[in-house]
């Protein structure tokens, strides 16, 4: 008798691979789930970011302003003070020059000789740093009226329009 030699012959010599299985697709889908997620961080960020706004000199010098019109009448040393300080601040602001390190005195003689200020702001803030020396350094009693009535002439010469526009 003949002896067969049968064998099973592999016909399979060709693997298949799906395609969602290949390096380029895997790569691929990484890479758009990883700009997706980016994405969608960054409109997240926008949407809730909660950085401070960005606000101008003068906007904080008016703000500040109304703080003090809380002030108590035995803290008038402190709020003739800062009242000074900030209207400095909003002069130096608008005009570019150098009043801050100025005493009150020289302060006022200066905006003599400031050309592009407007008389009638040069009159309110003269009338506001008028007798301010004696409060702050003699410690000279006044009525919370005079201290109301100098806040509002700081907060109309800084919010006026004849102020705040550079000239």
């Not at 700009?35 to 960005?54: A, E, H, N, W």
């Not at 003699?138 to 009535?149: F, G, I, L, P």
Request: proline letters at 2%; one cysteine or more.
């Amino acid at each position: 008798m003949m002896e067969t030699n049968l064998e099973l012959l592999d016909i399979y010599d060709v693997w298949y691979k799906p395609w969602w299985h290949e390096t380029w697709f895997i790569a691929g889908m990484t890479l758009c789930f990883i700009l997706i997620v980016g994405i969608v961080s960054y409109v997240f960020y926008k949407k809730y970011d909660t950085s401070p706004l960005s606000i101008t000199v003068l906007d904080r010098i008016a703000c500040d302003l109304k703080k003090l019109k809380n002030l108590d009448v035995n803290q008038q040393t402190y709020f003739y003070s800062q009242l000074t300080m900030l209207l400095k601040e909003a002069l130096q602001e608008i005009y570019g020059v150098s009043v801050v390190h100025k005493t009150d005195n020289e302060f006022v003689e200066f905006l003599e000789q400031l050309p592009a200020l407007a008389p009638e702001v040069a009159v309110s803030l003269k009338d506001i740093f008028d007798g301010v020396v004696l409060i702050k350094f003699a410690h000279q009693k006044t009525v919370k009226e005079h201290m109301m009535r100098s806040l509002e002439k700081a907060q109309e010469v800084v919010k006026n329009g004849t102020l705040s526009k550079k000239h």
